[in-house]
């Protein structure tokens, strides 16, 4: 099945006692059994397995050509469970110098409590990555592109480090999508998603994704899945579920606003630069060109006016929306150094006061460059 086949079909075969064509939502705790410890279909328990978590969680191993997916509540909640399976106290990680911010405060504030280091490595630098490397380092954390600087990372590339080395490789997909990047294909052992971005696409629920590429490592995933308990709803995975149905579609409309809203900004007096994996001047261009089938739907720039420009920016504009988060069908705005990126006030993290970032959405492109072109003016 391709990509478009299966974000419909893959796991979503009608409701065999129904006839339902849209999976249901199995709002259950609990399932009944035929005598002690027999069960009609595999779930006692819904932390364990949901019928319509499953369906979510088959239809995202398929997209991801892996051996296995795995729905959680949450992004981080994805993230955390992924590496306490991947790592033990003692491990050292390889992270992003320009890591989302909650994946940083993640390893700064949380496994750095439970005995996993890290390394903050611009990761376009891969004679830094190998320097980075030690005996212990169990893992490479990569973010491709990244959240809200845009720059990229060679996967391949990463992947023949981190196993030469002896330690595994993760991609956080968020911004490109499996629609626009196939982190397993590319040699990475698992990529992670928060759903609450473009696979949910419609900004009305939180959720999180980790794909693996071998079965063991999916078992072990299981397990902590199970034994950490951080799984999502079934209503919040029917969500999800029914958003990836338009992934391509929406994803296609993501990539062709944002390339002309990139182009536009790059021409306007009122723009210092802009941060696009589209645009030829990317330092991360040619990477991109080859590792993903467009550029995605995030665009940041840096504002000539400095801080209050980009915070007057922000607060003119009427169709896309001031707010934080990223990857729905409506345009959003915002200044990631007093918003989304302010917890990363101490990290290696440079967020310029000047930078906006913008989640381009699937509206008329007409309307946003209208948008914008008022609130700049
Ligand atoms: C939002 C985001 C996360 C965290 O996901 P939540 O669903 O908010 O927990 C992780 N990585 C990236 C790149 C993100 O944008």
Redesign the pocket.
């Known amino acids: 099945m391709k990509f478009e086949t299966a974000a419909i079909h893959a796991g979503q075969k009608p409701d065999p006692v129904t006839g339902s064509v849209v999976v249901p939502i199995h709002q259950t705790s609990t399932y009944a059994q035929d005598g002690v410890g027999g069960l009609r279909s595999g779930y006692e328990y819904s932390r364990t397995g949901n019928p319509t978590r499953t369906a979510l969680e088959t239809c995202l191993a398929a997209l991801d050509g892996g051996a296995r997916g795995l729905a959680f509540a949450?992004?981080?909640?994805a993230?955390d469970t992924l590496v306490r399976t991947m790592c033990r106290p003692g491990d050292h990680v390889v992270i992003p110098a320009d890591a989302?911010g909650?994946?940083y405060r993640l390893f700064n504030g949380v496994l750095s409590g439970w005995g996993v280091e890290h390394t903050p490595v611009d990761l376009s630098d891969l004679a830094a990555v190998r320097a980075a490397l030690q005996p212990n380092t169990r893992l490479i954390w990569c973010?491709t592109p990244t959240?809200p600087l845009l720059s990229i990372a060679d996967v391949g590339a990463l992947a023949e480090i981190a196993h030469g080395g002896g330690a595994r490789l993760v991609v956080?997909n968020?911004?490109a999508s499996p629609y626009l990047q196939l982190p397993l294909a590319l040699g990475a052992d698992a990529a992670v998603y928060?759903?609450?971005?473009y696979l949910g696409g419609h900004s009305d629920v939180?959720?999180?994704a980790v794909v693996v590429a071998d079965a063991g490592l999916g078992a072990e995933l299981g397990y902590a899945q199970n034994a950490i308990g951080a799984v999502p709803g079934a209503f919040d995975s029917w969500l999800v579920l029914r958003g990836i149905k338009t992934l391509g579609v929406r994803m296609e409309r993501h990539c062709a606003n944002a390339g002309r809203i990139a182009d536009w900004l790059s021409g306007h007096p009122a723009v210092e630069s802009v941060l696009y994996p589209g645009l030829p001047t990317h330092a991360g261009h040619d990477i991109a060109a080859r590792q993903m089938r467009g550029y995605g739907g995030m665009v940041s720039f840096l504002a000539s006016g400095g801080e209050s420009a980009a915070l007057d920016i922000c607060s003119r504009t009427t169709v896309f929306i001031l707010a934080e988060?990223?990857g729905g069908v409506e345009s959003l705005i915002e200044h990631p150094g007093r918003m989304t990126h302010a917890s990363t006030a101490n990290s290696p993290l440079q967020v310029l006061p000047s930078l906006v970032r913008l989640s381009v959405g699937i509206e008329d492109i007409d309307d946003l460059i209208a948008d914008l072109d008022q609130a700049m003016s």
């Open positions: 949450s992004g981080m909640a993230e989302y909650g994946t973010e959240n956080d968020t911004f928060s759903t609450t971005k939180v959720g999180g988060s990223l």
